[in-house]
């Protein structure tokens, strides 16, 4: 089992409808992020999840809700969202949040909002 | 505030050349970390290195070799007798001793070409 897993890969949804994306850790890791990467941006920090509790929401709108259920499972709820959305967004988990372990990153989901 | 550039936004090469990417970094911070990451077409970013501001003495792994100069603020990576199957895209990464919080890079696309 890879370390990170992320699914679906590709999510292609309309700016009415709800959708998840679901991010797994198999590392026996506490903190867990996610990030979204645009087109000629730098990666973008969204999320920050330690031990379960969220410890950073880095300005990111409500259409975009986290969900930390276990230590291993991150998913990011997704509801009437923006052509602008589209993007890849990366999982990604650390030994713990506030030492600064690196991360280990899963393969992203390419969204697309239309 | 963190800030990490990196000017190179495209490099392409031929194989079995060497090719350096360039990193510089801005931290008020004493005590900090920088990390490369490698995106390979696949989009999952890969973990290569982390240095702390502390370890000065330059890294060598395989054709991969990296080199912190805190007088410059720059930690730049090399890779010796370039192959196809590095061509990805590079980031370079900073993080203060406080959190976690890893600030990226904008990235440099490398192209091998045969």
């Known amino acids: 089992e890879t370390g990170v897993t992320q699914t679906p890969r590709h999510l292609v949804m309309g700016m009415t409808n709800k959708k998840s994306l679901k991010c797994e850790q198999h590392?026996?890791?506490?903190?867990m992020y996610w990030y979204k990467q645009s087109a000629k941006k730098p990666l973008e920090l969204m999320f920050v999840?330690?031990?379960?509790?969220?410890?950073e929401n880095n300005s990111v709108p409500s259409r975009f809700s986290p969900e930390c259920p276990n230590s291993s499972h991150l998913f990011l709820h997704l509801h009437t969202l923006q052509p602008e959305d589209s993007a890849l967004y990366l999982c990604?988990?650390?030994?713990?949040?506030?030492?600064?372990?690196?991360?280990?990153f899963g393969p992203g989901t390419r969204l697309t909002v239309t | 505030a963190q800030k990490v550039t990196q000017a190179q936004t495209e490099i392409s090469v031929v194989e079995k050349e060497d090719v350096t990417l360039d990193c510089v970094y801005e931290t008020r911070d004493t005590t900090y970390y920088l990390f490369w990451y490698k995106q390979p077409p696949s989009g999952e970013l890969v973990f290569l290195i982390r240095r702390n501001s502390f370890d000065e003495q330059n890294e060598i792994s395989g054709r991969y070799s990296w080199n912190f100069q805190k007088s410059t603020s720059s930690f730049n990576f090399t890779i010796t007798a370039s192959q196809v199957v590095d061509s990805a895209v590079y980031f370079c990464a900073l993080s203060e001793a406080e959190n976690n919080d890893m600030r990226f890079g904008a990235g440099t696309r490398l192209t091998v070409k045969p």
């Open positions: 990604a988990s650390s030994q713990d949040h506030g030492n600064p372990y690196e991360q280990y």
């Open positions: 590392l026996g890791h506490n903190a």
């Open positions: 999840y330690s031990l379960e509790e969220r410890v």
